[in-house]
């Protein structure tokens, strides 16, 4: 498992067959150097959570709170089916044979 953190740009052409991973799932925003690096990943047989959805949490309670003004616990059960939305795209994916990349779309 590579993790990438605070590390944009990381996943390219060149890094992609330098891997010796199963899967690429971080917090790192824009961690493909270009949209057709998923494409490599999948090519390899890695597995890639879209860092849009990884990353999702801090966002996504933020808006709760402070903007919508919803209770903790509320903010907190919309973070929590971000696991529920990864697991759907990672299904999507997986059933159409294309890149979990391309079935968040």
Do not use: F, K, Y
């Not at 993790?3 to 917090?27: D, E, K, Q």
């Not at 959570?49 to 903010?75: S, W, Y």
């Amino acid at each position: 498992m590579l993790i990438p953190a605070a590390l944009g740009g990381l996943l390219t052409a060149a890094s992609v067959p330098r891997l010796r991973c199963a899967a690429v799932a971080g917090p790192a925003n824009n961690q493909l150097d270009r949209p057709q690096t998923a494409g490599l990943l999948h090519e390899r047989g890695i597995l890639w959570a879209p860092d849009i959805v990884v990353g999702a949490g801090g966002l996504i309670h933020a808006t709760a709170i402070e903007l919508l003004h919803e209770a903790p616990e509320r903010a907190g059960e919309r973070v929590e089916a971000i696991g529920d939305t990864l697991a759907a795209i990672l299904a999507r994916a997986r059933a159409a044979g294309i890149a979990p990349a391309a079935a968040v779309r």
